[in-house]
């Protein structure tokens, strides 16, 4: 049994995330809180210092977090842009890069794309730019990470619990059951595999 720090357990995907845990000891965070075990900003890397500081030892953390603005190219501002930059893609890099500090030899970390930067849809630019970054990130860190620590990205579809969100932008895609999505994070966690994207579609 690991202890596993999942950030974004509120959340869709985080509940997704969640169902291929359920053999770890699961430590739960959000921006929010609610329903949480502990309150966490990503953006703030004081905020990650003090989550990884009071959960103590711990073997994966799990990020299913990150907030996406959904416009066109054209219309979309620069709040929009930054907001999806500094939740999706440098939130993501604070918890590798905090969390550092504090996982245990052979850790892991999982983090959270999505299927856009693949499939790219109306609306998505900055879902599907901060995707790829992720996916890349992951590719790449992977190489320098010390003491045989891991990383991984969870690249899914839209699941179908998020499907009366997302569905009507979404035309021709197949939403997957989170459960599937649970398999790819649990894969990331309880296997060896390092610097690898798990894309989750239909
Ligand atoms: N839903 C899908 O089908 C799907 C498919 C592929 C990829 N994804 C990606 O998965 C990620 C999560 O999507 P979701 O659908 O699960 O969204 P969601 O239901 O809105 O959940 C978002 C989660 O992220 C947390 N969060 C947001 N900003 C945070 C911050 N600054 N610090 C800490 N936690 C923060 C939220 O916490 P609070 O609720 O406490 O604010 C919540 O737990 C997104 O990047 C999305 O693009 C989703």
């Not at 930067?117 to 995707?131: E, L, R």
């Not at 997957?176 to 610097?195: H, M, N, Q, W, Y």
Request: overall charge negative.
């Amino acid at each position: 049994m690991k202890t596993v720090i999942v950030i974004g357990a509120n959340g869709k995907i985080g509940q997704a995330a969640m169902k291929g845990l359920g053999k770890h000891r699961v430590i739960t965070a959000s921006r929010s809180g609610n329903g949480c075990d502990h309150q966490v900003d990503i953006t703030d890397k004081a905020s990650l210092h003090a989550l990884f500081a009071k959960v103590g030892k711990f073997d994966a953390v799990v990020s299913a977090a990150g907030h996406c603005e959904y416009a066109s190219f054209e219309s979309m501002t620069d709040d929009q842009w930054q907001a999806t930059i500094q939740s999706k893609l440098v939130g993501q890099m604070n918890i590798v890069k905090v969390g550092l500090d504090y996982i245990e030899d052979g850790g892991s970390f999982t983090l959270i794309s999505g299927i856009l930067d693949i499939k790219p849809m109306p609306q998505g630019i900055a879902d599907a730019t901060t995707s790829g970054a992720i996916d890349t990130f992951v590719k790449c860190v992977a190489f320098e990470l010390p003491r045989g620590i891991r990383i991984n990205a969870v690249n899914p579809t839209v699941i179908e619990e998020a499907w009366e969100v997302y569905g009507e932008m979404m035309p021709g895609y197949q939403p997957v059951p989170g459960a599937l999505v649970g398999k790819a994070f649990e894969r990331c966690v309880d296997s060896f595999i390092t610097g690898q994207v798990i894309v989750v579609d239909a």
